[in-house]
């Protein structure tokens, strides 16, 4: 069983969370077309350490994770808070 | 007979046997460099060198050919797709191998065994009904059927109304098939470097010199190598080897696995998909059953196993064929899928000029393989994308154009 370290409901199973993709900054809501295609579709799939939105599906609950995507380790995970303006980790 | 087969044991000369030609050095320039040494680029090697009359041409792959994709899928091949231009395509493909074996002259082991997508819900009955009239007006064999035919092509289902999904029904396709898989790479990758194509394995490609919109020369860790035209076949690893070249995708690169039992006496003809039980079984030659899900829960580049695919896995398998309880997994891998987010692949042109692109084949890319080589060597050969590939450009995400195939991916994700 691999276990995930929620900030909330501290470590559970992964299987109770969802993974909903890398934490990037929405385009203004009058954007092009364009841009948010880019937004919507386009994605960086790094190899490397990423952070993404996971959410704990019984409590709802949202945060973010560090891991890394070559080696399936869990690097750290915080809440949205801990994200500063520039949309990296403090 | 016995005795030329005793000459032949005791005599020293022996044929050479070889699939491929001796490994060659780099040569300092390629008409078209092919990176990815899969079913894919060797086949896209084999239609420019047949078709096209391309021969200078290189492909490239880090590890050995076949070693990724190819060999780690699970051999299916099928065209009961849900969107026109995907049925089309994918029916073109199984017509190019129902021929393939003569046309390589390699026992590619095409197995004509008939396909069962079950249903257990009412909304999966409803995308079914749609499937097969798609399919029947584009002239592909198919049929929604009732649970009393399941039991008759399939009697070894449980077909127990006291489960927690009842099987209401299946999408039939008699024609579906099941390939050997690395034949397919080492009959492409033969026949290509006939004609006189370079097959470069343990040739990684480490970076593209571009100027002025196109790429001048690739990067590889056995030295540098100009090029008039580049494809990228690179499977779940697009998205990196794409932003090398400049350019970002669409797609998310997410493990699949898969395992095979213990080989058991034959008892299985038909290959069984449940898409709402997320899982699928045939029984090939030897014996062994193949066994796969869904893909893993999150991105990663990583071919781990885990023990939560086969719990879950099993769950599912035990309650359509509760036998099986009895019988052992003998091996597990897995693959890279990279996933589109309309589950269809991306052929086409890319923002570099001379750089063409197969990707995004997810968890279908096995049984696309000849239509997918023989449609992008016409591409690269005319710079010109064929009719049959057109609707599954790249561009079709800037322009809100996707083409929806998820209702037909084998399993769900």
Redesign the interface.
């Known amino acids: ?2 276990i995930m370290p929620c900030p909330l409901n501290g470590p559970r199973n ?2 109770e969370f ?2 909903r ?1 890398e934490v990037r900054i929405p385009p203004a809501a009058d954007a092009s ?2 841009a948010w ?2 937004y ?8 490397g350490i ?1 952070r ?1 939105w996971w959410c704990h599906l019984p409590t709802t609950f949202w945060f973010i994770a560090e891991r890394d ?4 380790e869990i690097i750290r995970t915080y809440t949205f808070d801990a994200l500063d303006e520039s949309g990296s980790g403090r | 007979m016995p005795l030329r087969l005793l000459r032949f044991g005791l005599g020293l000369a022996r044929p050479d046997t070889r699939i491929l030609p001796l490994p060659q050095e780099l040569k300092p320039h390629y008409d078209v460099v092919i990176v990815g040494g899969g079913g894919h680029g060797l086949a896209a090697a084999y239609y420019l060198a047949r078709q096209h009359g391309i021969t200078n041409v290189a492909v490239l792959d880090k590890g050995y050919i076949g070693g990724g994709n190819t060999g780690r899928n699970t051999a299916i091949v099928r065209s009961n797709y849900l969107t026109d231009d995907g049925v089309r395509f994918y029916a073109e493909s199984m017509r190019l191998y129902q021929t393939l074996s003569d046309e390589l002259d390699i026992n590619l082991m095409y197995s004509q065994r008939g396909h069962l997508t079950l249903a257990h819900t009412d909304a999966s009955i409803r995308t079914m009904r749609w499937r097969a009239e798609v399919n029947k007006h584009l002239g592909v064999e198919s049929e929604l059927i009732g649970p009393d035919e399941v039991a008759r092509i399939c009697p070894q289902l449980n077909l127990s109304r006291d489960v927690r999904y009842p099987i209401l029904g299946a999408l039939s396709h008699p024609v579906g098939a099941t390939v050997r898989h690395d034949a397919v790479a080492w009959g492409y990758a033969r026949a290509a470097g006939r004609l006189g194509v370079a097959i470069h394995q343990g040739t990684e490609v480490v970076g593209f010199a571009i100027e002025g919109g196109r790429i001048t020369a690739v990067e590889t860790t056995r030295g540098r190598i100009g090029c008039g035209k580049v494809l990228i076949a690179v499977a779940g690893r697009s998205s990196l080897v794409c932003n090398m070249a400049g350019f970002r995708l669409p797609i998310r690169t997410v493990p699949l696995q898969a395992c095979v039992s213990q080989p058991v006496k034959r008892f299985l003809d038909p290959i069984i998909v449940s898409g709402s039980l997320h899982c699928y079984i045939w029984q090939s030659q030897r014996g062994e059953l193949v066994m796969g899900g869904a893909t893993d829960p999150y991105p990663l580049y990583s071919t781990r196993s885990t023990l939560d695919f086969k719990e879950g896995l099993m769950a599912h398998m035990l309650e359509l064929l509760p036998f099986l309880g009895e019988v052992k997994i003998m091996r597990q891998w897995a693959g890279l899928s990279d996933m589109t987010p309309d589950f269809a692949p991306v052929m086409g042109k890319t923002p570099l000029s001379n750089c063409y692109l197969t990707a995004g084949w997810g968890t279908w890319g096995f049984k696309a393989t000849p239509a997918s080589g023989k449609a992008m060597a016409a591409c690269v050969a005319d710079d010109r994308p064929p009719e049959l590939i057109a609707p599954f450009r790249l561009d079709r995400f800037r322009e809100l154009d996707q083409l929806g195939e998820a209702g037909a991916a084998s399993v769900g994700h």
């Open positions: 069983m691999k992964i299987q969802i993974c993709g077309a364009e295609a880019e919507l579709f386009y994605r960086e799939n790094k190899a990423v993404e995507t070559r080696t399936d």
